[in-house]
Antibody, heavy 119, light 107 residues
Framework: QVQLVQSGAEVKKPGASVKVSCKAS????????MHWVRQAPGQGLEWMGW????????NYAQKFQGRVTMTRDTSISTAYMELSRLRSDDTAVYYC????????????WGQGTLVTVSS | AIQMTQSPSSLSASVGDRVTITCRAS??????LGWYQQKPGKAPKLLIY???SLQSGVPSRFSGSGSGTDFTLTISSLQPEDFATYYC?????????FGQGTKVEIK
């Protein structure tokens, strides 16, 4: 069965970077884009961008351009999202999500990773 | 960026009620829209894709309609497990954008 398993919670200081991992199993990792979505406490969902695990190509939301880097390691079917120059308003749950069925949407999601930015 | 305006932001309903949530796009998005259900502490779950197609395993009391700029999610008979927050998501162009969410609470 399809699974996306994310790394554990992180606490970071303002100005630092965080790298969240998302290990995929149960499907061909390189066949489908991996998206990243975040959710601040008590707030709605925000799309950050995607990575094509096959080519390594990326598409970032303009809001995160220059601060976000999405990468992958195909040998271990794992995608990564690194966010730099963290601010307190980056405190959120970060989700990876893939579109595997022919829905065009994110049909499989990781469990989420809480990133807390606090001095 | 395309703005997705979702309404209402919250509603109270009883088990068995028919519930309708709407999403309006700031420009036409064909049928490139999905609906998600999210429960506290959990990842979103895809309910509807391509505006009106039911995702596999989702109960048939959920339905979607619309195209262009106006979309609707309907729950025909609200069940206890349906109390959650619902979001629309457009994937017509980048950046993908979500509606603000609709919290469905117990009356």
């Amino acid at each position: 069965q399809v699974q996306l398993v994310q790394s554990g919670a992180e606490v970071k200081k303002p100005g630092a970077s965080v790298k969240v991992s998302c290990k995929a199993s149960g499907y061909t990792f390189t066949g489908y884009n991996m998206h990243w979505v975040r959710q601040a406490p008590g707030q709605g969902l925000e799309w950050m961008g995607w990575i094509n695990p096959n080519s390594g190509g990326t598409n970032y939301a303009q809001k995160f351009q220059g601060r976000v880097t999405m990468t992958r390691d195909t040998s271990i079917s794992t995608a990564y999202m690194e966010l730099s120059r963290l601010r307190s308003d980056d405190t959120a749950v970060y989700y990876c999500a893939s579109s595997i069925a022919v829905t065009g949407q994110c049909d499989y999601w990781g469990q989420g990773t809480l990133v807390t930015v606090s001095s | 960026a395309i703005q997705m305006t979702q309404s209402p932001s919250s509603l109270s309903a009883s088990v068995g009620d028919r519930v309708t949530i709407t999403c309006r796009a700031s420009q036409g998005i064909r049928i490139d829209l999905g609906w998600y259900q999210q429960k506290p502490g959990k990842a979103p779950k895809l309910l509807i894709y391509a505006a009106s197609s039911l995702q596999s395993g989702v109960p048939s009391r959920f339905s979607g309609s619309g195209s262009g700029t106006d979309f609707t999610l309907t729950i025909s008979s609200l069940q206890p497990e349906d109390f959650a927050t619902y979001y629309c998501l457009q994937h017509y162009n980048y950046p993908w954008t979500f509606g603000q969410g609709t919290k469905v609470e117990i009356k």
